[in-house]
């Protein structure tokens, strides 16, 4: 498990739920751009990984078990070739 497949899991539960990840954000009573792709890496390059809460929240928000969102995660590619290989 990785940096990109927690990030990519996230953005397919938005998906499934026909959302947007603001969508996904407002529906879990987060910030809307608690999911925006510019702040998944600071500005040095370092990956910001959501936090405990914030997966518990959403999935709360769509009634999607732990269980739904590991495999979604398992089901993630590693990483796009592009991506940063030290995430």
């Known amino acids: 498990m ?26 879990s009573g987060l910030d809307a751009t608690a ?4 702040k998944r890496v600071s500005k040095y390059g370092q990956p910001r990984w959501p936090s405990t809460l914030c997966i518990a929240k959403i999935l709360k ?3 999607a078990s ?3 969102f590991c495999k979604m995660i398992q089901e993630s590619p590693s990483a796009p070739e ?4 030290h995430t």
């Not at 592009?82 to 290989?85: E, G, L, S």
């Open 2 to 27: 990785n940096h990109y497949q927690i990030w990519h899991a996230i953005d397919m539960l938005a998906k499934k739920c026909k959302l947007s990840c603001s969508g996904l954000a407002k529906l």
């Open 61 to 63: 928000a769509t009634r």
């Open 82 to 85: 592009n991506d940063n290989p």
């Open 35 to 38: 999911f925006n792709k510019s």
């Open 66 to 68: 732990l269980m739904d």
